[in-house]
Each structure stands twice: as C-alpha cells, then as structure tokens.
C-alpha cells in the first residue's frame, strides 16, 4: 500500500490484503492462488490486483470454486415451528459474520 492507502497496480498484494478485498477467507485464497495468478515468493503468496480482476473478470476462476467454501445456501423448508430453519436475526449475524 501506498503512504495514502490505496493499491497502485504496480505493488504485490499478500493473502490477507486480496482476501479482504474479495471479502472471502485467506484459506479460499491459498486454495485458489494459482487460478487468481498467484505468484510464489519462496514462502509467500503474492498477488497483483489487476492481474486477479481480469481472472475473474474472464471466468478464469472455475465456477465451482467461487463461494464453494464461502457461501451457504439459503433454506427455503419451513420447519413444524413455522420458521424457515434460518434462525433468528442475531444468529444469522454471528453466521454472516464468520465469512
């Protein structure tokens, strides 16, 4: 990052840095680092922005990989209580919140 807190296209970004920017967990971005471009410096993961929104801009990143692990299905059964098995809006909070 830059002095003003933005991304140049030029500077490499780590695991943390590109799983907050596409909101998912660092272990999707591990798991997906050599479709996202990647790059492997001894140890690290290192990314380049505009290298990972062309990927996925193109649907370079297989359909089944994108919220595979970081997405769950919205129930649609009504339970015999009469709800809809998605709980209340606090657990439904602490559950968004995980992702």
């Not at 591990?30 to 290298?51: D, I, M, T, V």
């Not at 692990?69 to 809809?84: F, I």
């Amino acid at each position: 990052m830059n002095k003003s807190g933005t991304h140049s296209p030029d500077n490499l970004l780590t695991v943390a840095e590109i799983a907050g920017l596409l909101r998912v967990k660092p272990s999707w971005v591990y798991e997906h680092a050599e479709e996202l471009g990647g790059f492997r410096l001894g140890k690290y993961h290192r990314f380049s922005l505009p290298r990972v929104m062309d990927r996925l801009e193109r649907g370079e990143i297989s359909r089944s990989a994108v919220g595979s692990s970081t997405q769950r299905p919205a129930s649609t059964t009504r339970k015999k209580d009469g709800s809809n098995g998605q709980g209340t809006d606090e657990e439904q909070k602490a559950l968004d919140s995980e992702v």
